[in-house]
């Protein structure tokens, strides 16, 4: 594995301090927008723009790297990303900032899609799960580290906005110097969603469902620990809490998914997720919430940080490698569909039936995608070990 992870050092440094960035951005703006009065909805529609532009960068993202190659587009998304964070400290309007969080997403569509189709060039069947969970290791470190971080600074500066962005321009770096070389477009073939869903329905629908859920919980978690009266320190901990769960799980379930069929982890992690959901969902009734919402939130965050990784995991294994940029380019396509719809969805509920329908809301969406699951198994059989 190390000649491996050595020939990937770059992609690593590269997600790490980027995932810095964008993470302290990710909860300085649903705190800032709480602090503020807005309703849960607009709060919710600022959010999923950015999974809005996700999804429009899949399309967009994917043409420039085959026009101009991985390192080049990396590079120009990046910096273009790197100008829409530090607008927000410009002004502060719901509907101008729903238009940058659209341009931050289509620019990160394209650079996940540049960054993940590299980093899967360089492994093969054999240690794909590994590399993967150390590659959404180093993630959630980061993203741990940037939710702690908007300590750091006061609610009303703009300190959190101009950090984030100095850590997402560093992140440039290590990927316009790396003297490795990117994957070669000259083989590389297309593939559409519904071939991609044809070869492998369950990874599809499972990137799409992880959408719903993840959206849901980056769009409105930080806003349901306000509303149940944590203060912001709290918020920090209770959204650190949930990335320290998946940072911990990732390595053992994808040696897991290595090892035996897939689809069986994944409906193991899906039943744990249900049940931790319920839990939450009457956590609300106890005196001092927040050391059992503490360790639901790690529980949560090692079952449905791990639903993502997998799924991809899963369609790699039946796409040849020259489908590999089309394929990760769809994958997330899928996965923001879900994604725009989960903070809307969340936050509707959280304002009909109270913030603890967010508990609930993941909970249903966990459950119906273990059942597909269960569907699907029964109508193909496992690929062999060997052959993932």
């Known amino acids: 594995m190390l000649p491996i992870l050595t020939s990937v050092s770059s992609i690593f440094v590269a997600v790490l301090l980027f995932m810095l960035g964008n993470s302290l951005l990710g909860i300085t703006l649903p705190l800032k927008m709480e602090a503020a009065g807005l ?223 897939r689809r069986t982890v994944l409906c193991n992690v899906l039943a744990g997720a249900v049940m931790v959901c319920f839990a939450g969902l009457s956590a609300g009734r106890l005196h001092d919430p927040l050391p059992l919402l503490l360790a639901l939130a790690a529980l949560l965050g090692g079952a449905i940080s791990n639903v993502y990784p997998l799924y991809v995991a899963q369609a790699f294994d039946y796409l040849d490698r020259e489908r590999f940029v089309a394929g990760a380019s769809r994958m997330l396509m899928a996965y923001s569909v879900g994604a725009i719809i989960g903070p809307l969805a969340a936050s509707t509920a959280m304002s009909w039936l109270g913030p603890h329908a967010f508990f609930g809301y993941i909970g249903i969406v966990a459950g119906l995608l273990a059942a597909f699951a269960l569907y699907r198994m029964g109508r193909r059989k496992a690929l062999p070990v060997e052959r993932q």
């Open 39 to 261: 309703a849960n909805e607009l709060t919710g529609l600022v959010m999923a723009s950015y999974f809005a532009g996700l999804l429009a960068g899949c399309i967009y993202g994917r043409m420039l790297i085959f026009r101009v190659g991985h390192i080049r587009a990396f590079t120009g998304l990046s910096a273009l990303n790197v100008s829409a964070m530090l607008g927000h400290a410009m002004i502060f309007d719901p509907f101008v900032w729903a238009v940058l969080r659209f341009v931050s997403g289509l620019c990160i569509a394209g650079i996940f899609s540049a960054l993940e189709s590299w980093l899967n060039d360089r492994v093969d069947n054999t240690n794909r799960g590994r590399v993967l969970g150390v590659y959404m290791v180093i993630n959630y470190c980061a993203m741990a580290l940037g939710q702690i971080s908007v300590n750091a600074w006061r609610l009303d500066s703009a300190g959190s906005f101009i950090a984030a962005a100095f850590l997402a321009s560093l992140a440039i770096v290590p990927v316009a110097l790396t003297r490795s070389d990117a994957p070669s477009l000259a083989k590389a073939a297309p593939i559409s969603l519904g071939e991609l869903y044809r070869i492998s329905p369950l990874a599809v629908a499972g990137v799409v469902f992880s959408g719903l859920m993840l959206g849901a919980f980056w769009g409105m978690g930080a806003i349901f620990a306000q509303e149940i009266g944590f203060s912001v320190f709290e918020t920090s901990l209770f959204t650190g809490s949930y990335i320290l769960g998946g940072l911990l799980l990732q390595i053992p379930i994808g040696r897991l998914s290595d090892r035996f069929d």
